[in-house]
């Protein structure tokens, strides 16, 4: 198992950008394909970016592609989340989860992935 802690949320101007951390325990970090979701009020949660355990392939939802970016380091067992341009609808509690011993394997179902963390909110005024 793995604890996931997500930071760097709050308040972001529309059109400004976000980034998100999600650190984590544990030396099986490296091993792990990372995706992060959200929840907005009301909504079911849903799939944002995710990233394979070495970084080489990323994947986006048609909703931020073009204006995220999913980064990881695991020497710091850290994954990353950037949005630019940031739009109401950006609004909700993030998630990251991650699968362990996904070597190489790239995953965007929320079901796919065993640990969670307990998520962080941003917030985007209209």
């Known amino acids: 198992q793995v604890q996931l802690a997500e930071s760097g949320g709050g308040l972001v101007q529309a059109g400004g950008s976000l980034r998100l951390s999600c650190l984590a325990s544990?030396?099986?970090?490296?091993?792990?394909?990372v995706g992060w979701f959200r929840q907005a009020p009301g909504k079911e949660r849903e799939f944002v970016a995710t990233?394979?355990?070495?970084?080489?392939?990323?994947f986006y939802a048609d909703s931020v592609k073009g204006r995220s970016t999913i980064s990881r380091d695991n020497a710091k067992n850290t994954v990353y989340l950037r949005i630019d341009n940031v739009v109401p609808e950006d609004t909700a509690v993030y998630y990251c989860a991650a699968l362990l011993s996904a070597w190489g394997l790239i995953r965007a179902k929320a079901y796919d992935f065993a640990n969670w963390g307990q998520g962080t909110q941003v917030t985007v005024p209209s």
């Open positions: 544990g030396r099986a970090f490296s091993s792990a394909s």
């Open positions: 990233i394979t355990s070495g970084g080489e392939r990323t």
